[in-house]
């Protein structure tokens, strides 16, 4: 299994790991991404579809209502992709396949299908310290 440390903070209190996607140019685009337990499905900034390689045929717009924030209804595109988590020590995962939603915002959010689903995941709030560990 590779084991990814993740970023941990108190203020705001939350987890982060780093996504990176490849682009069409065979380039990577590196970011932090906030680990939501509580999410199904990834979200991403809808500007990533137009440099990021994904299945074009997955594509679909879809119209979420509610998806954690009471009372909000937005339309995101969803779409199979592929994501490399990475750490600050520069260890990496292999190339792991999710279904993502991509909308209007600017917030990266790594939900629990597909990329947490499949590994161990190990938060210690009070030491500020964690991990995720993918087979």
Known sequence: ?????????????QAEV????????????????????????????????SFIAFDAHSRQEIILEQAGVVGQKFT????????VLEDSQGNITKSIPI??????TDRWILGM???LARGI????????SGY???P
């Open 76 to 83: 995101a595109i969803e779409v199979q992709t592929h994501i």
């Open 99 to 104: 279904r993502a939603w991509f909308a209007d």
């Open 18 to 49: 780093y996504v990176n996607f490849q682009q069409t140019d065979g380039s990577a685009h590196k970011r932090p991404a906030i680990i939501d337990t509580g999410a199904e499905i990834s979200l991403f900034p809808l500007d990533l579809l």
């Open 132 to 134: 995720i560990e993918i």
């Open 1 to 13: 299994m590779t084991r990814i440390s993740l970023l941990i903070s108190k203020d705001p209190v």
């Open 113 to 115: 299908t597909d990329a």
């Open 121 to 128: 995941l190990h938060i210690d709030m009070p030491a500020l």
